[in-house]
């Protein structure tokens, strides 16, 4: 037993030195034709651009459960195959199906205003009638636990100071639950960005206690503020909430899927992808139309250079990632059996290209693709392998198969968190030559893998 240990550990410490010096310089200079190749073939036109821009444009939002979303799923098949992917092909999946309807909030003390709002998905509806309520603003939940006893019958308000997304999205998807607990009829939450501009910002929630659920819906930035000064000074808001939001049955979408095929007999799969569903406000145009026109069109560019693989390049625009994750989930289940040699998705937003990220803390792939860096380095400098995360779409699969699972960052200075799950997420944010960057990054880093 102490022997195996002892190999074991010696082929770990082997497996995760970083690489010789000498194999490295040897890799970068058998393969820097061709990624100067893949580079200059990525930065030639704006062809993909205009892709992303014709999608968005042409089908607008993306959200699970809509005619606009299978009309997008099917223009990307039909746009595969003109694009000359091999085994382009739509996998079925269910998708949850959560329908706003109509909603408005409106202040009606200490004046008439209209407040600009988002129901969060998976919520309950208001009742008919609407729900009218005296207001209380709280900052967090330990604010919201100190003043328990004042949210009986009211709507909580959480007006939180924005520090992260990841410290933001705790109340969007987590503040019903205690709201409603202490008796709260409802909960709005200040949108999870770090600006306002009034605009609300969409995304998911989650009920914990099915028995007691309230409303549960975002407000700009500017209203939260606006809402925790008026209660500093004694004044009391009233709000009425009005939201028809509902859960429909579960209905059929897909998961859209091509492929540049190997001849090598023991060929494994590599999956690049994003996800093609958006929220309904805006057209995630970088949440995550951006994600997969970079990927799919990364493929299509190594198969047009003609460049021989050993290993498949699989493009997955995976459906439902907003709200359920279920092309995800779907995609593990049906190829579960297959063997992925690695798995790639590109969802942070489509800005300059500053790291390829490693995830499932996989420190021995880590050091492997310390190899890379040299080469990325012919996009930009500061492109490097860095320890980080995958991507939801691909979790699934890499997590039940062990897969290593690679995510692409991107440096937009917080930018993105301005647009993300908003009405401005829209296409005019993405520059294209950054956009062509992003994939002349992905396509790099699927060539190499595939050479490893
Ligand atoms: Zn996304």
Redo the contacts with the bound molecule.
């Keep these: 037993m102490i022997i195996r240990l002892t190999i074991f550990a010696l082929f770990l410490t082997l497996f995760s030195m970083p690489a010789h010096s000498d194999d490295a310089e040897e890799f970068k200079q058998k393969h820097i034709d061709n990624v100067r190749m893949i580079i200059a073939s990525a930065m030639k036109d704006s062809s993909a651009w205009e892709s992303l821009a014709y999608m968005c444009d042409t089908y607008g939002p993306r959200f699970s459960g809509t005619k606009n979303l299978e009309n997008a799923l099917a223009w990307m098949k039909r746009s595969m195959e003109e694009d000359g992917l091999d085994n382009v092909r739509a996998e079925d999946v269910m998708i949850p199906v959560w329908v706003r309807g109509n909603e408005y909030c409106t202040m009606l003390e200490p004046s008439v205003a209209k407040l600009e709002m988002t129901g969060l998905g998976r919520s309950i509806g208001t009742p008919k009638e609407g729900i009218t309520a005296e207001v209380f603003v709280v900052t967090g939940f330990d604010d919201l636990d100190a003043n328990a006893d004042k949210v009986k019958g009211k709507i909580v308000v959480y007006d939180i100071p924005y520090i992260s997304y990841g410290q933001a999205v705790q109340y969007r998807v987590h503040g019903a639950d205690p709201a409603a607990e202490y008796g709260a009829v409802a909960s709005l939450v200040r949108s999870s960005s770090p600006i306002g501009m009034n605009n609300p910002h969409s995304g998911s929630m989650r009920y914990k206690n099915p028995d007691v659920k309230i409303p549960h819906a975002a407000i700009t930035a500017e209203d939260a503020a606006m809402l925790g000064r008026m209660q500093k000074r004694g004044q009391t808001p009233v709000i009425k909430l009005y939201m028809e939001a509902d859960t429909l049955p579960d209905a059929l979408s897909a998961n859209i899927v091509g492929e540049y095929k190997t001849d090598n007999p023991n060929d494994t799969i590599i999956v690049v992808g ?2 093609s569903d ?1 929220w309904d406000l805006g057209t ?1 145009a ?3 139309a951006s ?1 997969c026109l970079a990927t799919w069109k990364a493929v299509k560019l190594i198969k047009d250079l003609g460049i021989k693989l050993p290993r498949t390049l699989r493009a997955v625009m995976f459906v439902n ?2 709200n359920g994750v279920r092309g995800g989930k779907a995609y593990a289940e049906a190829h579960k059996d297959e063997p992925h040699a690695m798995m790639l998705e590109m ?2 937003g489509a800005f300059p290209p500053s790291r390829i990220m490693v995830g499932n803390k996989n420190d021995s792939v880590l050091a492997m693709l310390q190899i890379f860096n040299p080469l990325l380095h012919e996009i930009d400098d500061s492109l490097n392998v860095v320890p980080g995360w995958g ?2 779409d691909i979790g699934p699969m890499s997590r039940q198969n062990n897969i290593p699972c690679l995510g692409l960052g991107t440096n937009g200075e917080g930018k993105y968190f301005w647009y ?1 799950h908003g009405p401005s997420d829209t296409v005019d944010k993405i520059d294209p030559k950054v956009f062509n960057q992003c994939i002349a990054a992905i396509a790099v880093t699927i060539y190499l893998y595939a050479n490893l």
């Design positions: 994003g996800h958006s995630g970088h949440d995550d994600g990632e907003e969802d942070g991507g939801v993300h």
